[in-house]
């Protein structure tokens, strides 16, 4: 079954404890992403992956870091959390080729900041 | 300017209504043209691409207009089962732009 698979799902931590939301898919897709959703903002991307370690900046980079050594993983690493980051955090892959893109999202991580 | 903007809604409905959501989007370079389903607190899922001739899925037809630069979605015969928010996406170079989503609920 085609999946994305993110962990934690739900994660309550301490403002500047480092965490790691893990993302695995099992699609080999080349084209991976990480996006933050905020009532009334809507999904906003962190950072993307088009290839094993090629990695770029969305559109709401600071605090965040991402990396790539392999293509099925991107895990997303909140390095100094802060209580704005508290979010639900979404892990997408996208299938490649025109006409056929479709982007899969993985379940979904909640997290608070306190 | 936002890449992808929809009415946030609400948009509260009797069963059996027809319902229809538009959403502009501003790169003209847009490549692919979706609409998306996400219930509360899940992940957005896929509801249908969006294709210049329109095309239909059972009660869900979108169209595309590329001239003005709008994807408009139906629902017709609306269900409760279809309570959600639809999120209107594009994609441009394998980057997906989502709007902010609009918020239906069908009411018996």
Same mark, same amino acid.
């Given at each position: ?36 959703? =905020? ?16 990695? =770029?900046?969305? =559109? ?55 | ?14 069963? @059996? ?36 001739? @329109? ?43 989502? @709007? ?9």
């Amino acid at each position: 079954e085609a999946q994305v698979t993110q962990n934690p799902r739900y994660l309550i931590t301490v403002t500047g404890k480092k965490l790691t939301v893990t993302c695995s898919q099992n699609m080999n897709h080349e084209y991976m992403s990480w996006y933050r959703q =905020d009532p009334g903002l809507g999904l906003r991307q962190i950072y993307y992956s088009m290839n094993v370690e090629v990695t =770029d900046k969305g =559109d709401v980079p600071e605090g965040y870091k991402v990396s790539r050594k392999e293509k099925r993983n991107f895990p997303l690493i909140l390095e100094s959390p802060s209580p704005n980051q508290t979010s639900l955090y979404f892990c997408a892959s996208v299938s490649p080729g025109q006409g056929g893109t479709e982007a899969f999202f993985g379940q979904g991580t909640r997290l608070t900041v306190v | 300017r936002k890449e992808v903007e929809q009415d946030p809604g609400p948009f509260n409905v009797p069963e @059996g209504a027809t319902v229809a959501f538009n959403c502009t989007y501003s790169n003209s370079a847009s490549q692919s043209f979706f609409w998306y389903r996400q219930d509360c607190r899940k992940e957005p899922k896929l509801l249908m691409s969006v294709y210049s001739s @329109g095309n239909e899925d059972g009660r869900f037809t979108a169209q595309l207009n590329r001239a003005s630069q709008y994807i408009s979605l139906l629902i017709r015969d609306s269900k409760l089962s279809d309570s959600a928010t639809y999120l209107c996406a594009v994609n441009r170079n394998n980057q997906f732009y989502f @709007g902010t989503g609009t918020s239906l609920t069908v009411i018996p």
